[in-house]
C-alpha cells in the first residue's frame, strides 16, 4: 500500500539582495509550507506595492472592466520599469476623471441656467409694474413639484397659481392684497422658497433662451465626448493595468512575508517542510537563482526535535494524479492521515466512484455528469471557476453511472431506448432479455434481487476489510504493535469479523456444522479483545497491567466485545443501502417513465415537459442524496476502522491574486 510522501524539514540562508526572488520562486512553484513566519502588523502604509495596487484598483473601477481572478504565469516582482508605466497610467486616468468631473459639472451649470431662464420665458411684462396694482399681491418661487396640484387646491379661488416652465418648479402666484397673509401662509406649508425677482425685470429674450439652449446641447455633447474618451483608454490599457495589478499585487505580498520571517541586517532565515521528492529540484533552483549565494540544509522528520519529542506533526501530503488528486478534499475534509501511514485517496476514489454508479445507474443521467466534468476539467464555465478541481469526479461518477444505466436499461429514466442493447448482450449468453441486470420488483426478478442486494453486502465486506487492513498497516508503522493487535479495529477484531462471515457462509453453503477450530479461532479472538487493555501494557511495558483493578478491566472488556459485535454488525447491514437507493432509483424512474404515457407517450408535448422536469429532479436532488450517502459510507464504516488520529495537512506557501 501506498503511504503519506515522505517530507523534509528544510533551512534556507538568504541574503537580503535574494529574499525578494526566492519568496517569488517558493510562491509559485507552491511546495513548501513555511514553519519560521512571525506575526506582522505592518499596514499598507509600510508597503509602497500595496499603495500602488489600490490606487491601479481604483483606475481600474473607474474605467469599469472585469478583474483578473489569479495571477498569470509570467507575473513578476515590479521593476522600475513597472513603477514608471504605472505612474503615467495613474496620471492620464486623473486627468480624465478630472475632465469629465469638469465636464459634468459644466453640463450641470448650464442646464440650471436654461431652466431658470426656461421658468420666466413667458414673463414678457415688466415685474415692478405688478406692484402698482393695488388689488393684486404676486410671488415668484421654488417649490416641489409634487406638492403643486396639492397647493393649487388649497388656495382655491383665492389665489391663482401658474406654473413657470414644463416641470413645475418655479411658480407664479397672485392673489388680492386682503389675501396675501392666507396666501403666504399656504406657500410657508408646502415649502415655498420666494425668488428674488430685478424691478425692471421683463423675462428671457428668445436669443438668449437659444443661446443657453445651444450652450446645454454642447456641453452634453463634450460630456459623451469625455464618457466615450474614457472607454477608449480602457480598451487600450485594460490588458496593461491588469499586468501591473498583477505584478504589484505579486510584490505586496513579497513584501508582507518577507517582514514576517526572522532576520538580521543582512540575512534571512526560512524554515519550512518540502517533500523528498522536490527537494534536489528546490536547492538546485534556488542554488541557480541566487548564483550560489544561498545556504540550505535538510533535516529528516526523525532529526527534528520537536517532532522527535511529540509537539510537532509533520504535515502529511499525496502525490497524486488529476483524477485521484480530485478527492483529497474528501480526505482532509474529514482529517489529514498521520504522517508516514498508509494513503487512503486512491481506495476513496475507486469505492466512491462504484457506489455512486451501483446507485445511481442511468446512461442519459450519468452522460450530464460527464458533460459537467468536461466543462469544468476544460475550464470553459468562468462562474464555476472555484470548483474546476472537481472536474475529475464528475467524469469518473458519470462514466460509473453509464455503465450502470448500460445494465439496467435505463436512458433518461426511458426504459425502451436500451432494450436492443440488453437483447443482443444477453444474447450472447442465452436467452435474450431486455436488461442485463434487473432492478426493479417482479414476480420472476425477485430472487436476482436478493443476490444485488447480497452484491452490495459483499462490498460493504471488502470496504470494511481494507480499512481494517489498513489500521493494522498504519500501526505496526506507528510502532503500536499492541494496538495493531489487541483491538477491535486490529488483528484479533479483524479475525473475529472474516471468521464469523466465512462460519456464517460456511454453514449457509454446507452441511458441515461447529467444529472446535471454530470455537479455537472465535475465542481466541474475543480474548484477545475482552483483555485488550492488559495485554497491550504487558507489551508496552506499562505497570501496572490491571490499572484500575481486575473488576474494572472485566467491565471494559465486557463492554469492548459488545461494542465490536455491534459496530461490525451495522458496518456491515448499513451497505444494504445501496441497493435501497439503487432501487428507489430504478422506481422513480419507472414512475416518471409511466406518467410520460398518461400524457401522450415520451414523444409528445406533455412527455417531454415530464421526462425533462423528471429528470432534473433526479439528477440534482437524488444526485445530491446519493453523493452524501457515499459520503457517509466512506467516513462512518471505512474511514473509522483507522482514522484514530488526524495529522496535519500539508499547506504549502503559494501566492493568490484573490483568496478564494
Not at 468631473?101 to 450641470?108: I, L, P, Y
Amino acid at each position: 500500500m501506498r503511504k503519506t510522501s515522505q517530507m523534509k524539514l528544510a533551512e534556507l540562508m538568504v541574503l537580503k539582495q535574494d529574499i525578494d526572488q526566492v519568496l517569488e520562486y517558493l510562491g509559485k512553484t507552491a511546495n513548501f509550507q513555511i514553519q519560521n513566519e512571525t506575526d506582522y502588523s505592518g499596514g499598507q502604509e509600510d508597503n509602497p506595492h500595496s499603495e500602488m495596487l489600490a490606487s491601479l484598483q481604483g483606475a481600474r473601477g473607474y474605467l469599469s472592466f472585469s478583474d483578473a481572478h489569479e495571477y498569470a504565469e509570467d507575473t513578476t516582482l515590479p521593476t522600475e520599469k513597472d513603477i514608471d508605466s504605472a505612474s503615467v497610467i495613474l496620471d492620464d486616468v486623473e486627468n480624465l476623471r478630472q475632465q469629465e468631473q469638469d465636464a459634468a459639472e459644466q453640463k450641470k451649470r448650464v442646464v440650471n441656467a436654461y431652466e431658470e431662464a426656461l421658468s420666466f420665458a413667458n414673463l414678457k411684462v415688466a415685474y415692478s409694474e405688478f406692484e402698482h396694482l393695488t388689488f393684486l399681491t404676486m410671488r415668484i418661487g421654488k417649490i416641489d413639484p409634487q406638492y403643486f396640484e396639492e397647493l393649487k387646491f388649497s388656495v382655491g379661488d383665492r389665489a391663482v397659481i401658474v406654473p413657470l416652465g414644463e416641470d413645475k418648479t418655479r411658480i407664479l402666484a397672485a392673489t388680492s392684497k386682503k389675501g396675501r397673509f392666507a396666501l403666504d401662509t399656504e406657500l410657508k406649508r408646502y415649502g415655498f422658497a420666494a425668488l428674488e425677482i430685478p424691478k425692471d425685470f421683463k423675462g428671457i429674450p428668445d436669443d438668449v433662451l437659444e443661446s443657453l439652449k445651444k450652450q446645454v446641447e454642447e456641453s452634453t455633447a463634450h460630456v459623451a465626448s469625455v464618457s466615450k474618451e474614457r472607454a477608449r483608454f480602457s480598451s487600450i490599457h485594460r490588458e496593461e493595468i491588469i499586468r501591473l495589478m498583477l505584478t504589484f499585487s505579486l510584490g505586496s505580498k513579497v513584501q508582507s512575508v518577507r517582514e514576517s520571517l526572522e532576520s538580521t541586517q543582512l540575512v534571512y532565515r526560512i524554515m519550512g517542510w518540502i517533500s523528498a521528492d522536490d527537494s534536489t529540484i528546490l536547492m538546485q533552483d534556488l542554488d541557480d537563482r541566487t548564483e550560489g549565494r544561498i545556504a540550505i540544509r535538510l533535516y529528516a522528520p526523525n532529526e527534528v526535535p520537536s517532532v522527535q519529542n511529540g509537539r510537532e506533526k509533520v504535515p502529511v501530503r499525496f502525490q497524486h494524479g488529476a483524477l485521484v488528486k480530485s478527492f483529497e478534499r474528501m480526505i482532509f475534509s474529514y482529517g489529514a492521515p498521520l504522517y508516514g501511514t498508509v494513503d487512503p485517496t486512491p481506495i476513496v476514489a475507486f469505492f466512491f466512484t462504484l457506489l455512486f454508479g451501483i446507485m445511481f445507474g442511468d446512461v442519459g443521467q450519468g452522460l450530464v455528469f460527464f458533460l459537467i466534468g468536461v466543462l469544468l476539467t476544460k475550464k470553459l464555465v468562468p462562474i464555476l471557476r472555484k470548483s474546476y478541481q472537481f472536474g475529475p469526479i464528475f467524469l469518473a461518477i458519470g462514466t460509473s453511472s453509464m455503465i450502470m444505466g448500460l445494465l439496467t436499461g435505463e436512458f433518461f429514466a426511458n426504459s425502451n431506448v436500451l432494450q436492443p442493447f440488453g437483447y443482443w448482450v444477453t444474447g450472447l449468453f442465452g436467452e435474450p432479455r431486455d436488461v442485463i441486470l434487473e432492478i426493479m420488483p417482479s414476480k420472476g426478478s425477485l430472487d436476482k434481487l436478493m443476490y444485488f442486494f447480497a452484491f452490495t453486502l459483499v462490498i460493504g465486506f471488502i470496504i470494511n476489510s481494507v480499512g481494517l487492513i489498513i489500521n493494522i498497516v498504519n500501526q505496526f508503522s506507528l510502532g503500536r504493535p499492541s494496538k495493531a493487535i489487541f483491538s477491535k479495529t486490529g488483528i484479533c477484531g479483524a479475525v473475529f469479523f472474516w471468521y464469523v462471515i466465512f462460519f456464517a457462509l460456511r454453514i449457509g453453503l454446507t452441511d458441515f456444522g461447529f467444529a472446535w477450530y471454530d470455537a479455537a479461532v472465535l475465542g481466541t479472538s474475543l480474548i484477545g479483545l475482552f483483555f485488550g487493555e492488559p495485554f497491550s501494557r504487558i507489551m508496552d511495558g506499562h505497570r501496572p497491567v490491571l490499572e484500575n483493578g481486575l473488576f474494572s478491566a472485566l467491565i471494559e472488556g465486557v463492554v469492548e466485545l459488545l461494542e465490536v459485535v455491534s459496530s461490525y454488525l451495522s458496518n456491515s447491514v448499513s451497505f444494504l443501502r445501496v441497493g435501497a437507493f439503487a432501487l428507489a432509483h430504478a422506481v422513480l424512474s419507472f414512475i416518471i417513465f409511466t406518467m410520460t404515457g398518461f400524457v401522450g407517450g415520451s414523444l409528445s408535448a406533455g412527455g417531454i415537459l415530464i421526462a425533462v422536469l423528471g429528470n432534473l429532479v433526479i439528477i440534482v436532488l437524488e444526485g445530491l442524496i446519493v453523493a452524501i450517502q457515499v459520503i457517509r459510507l466512506q467516513y462512518y464504516e471505512f474511514f473509522s476502522k483507522f482514522f484514530t488520529e488526524t495529522g496535519r495537512e500539508f499547506i504549502p506557501f503559494r501566492f493568490t491574486y484573490k483568496e478564494k
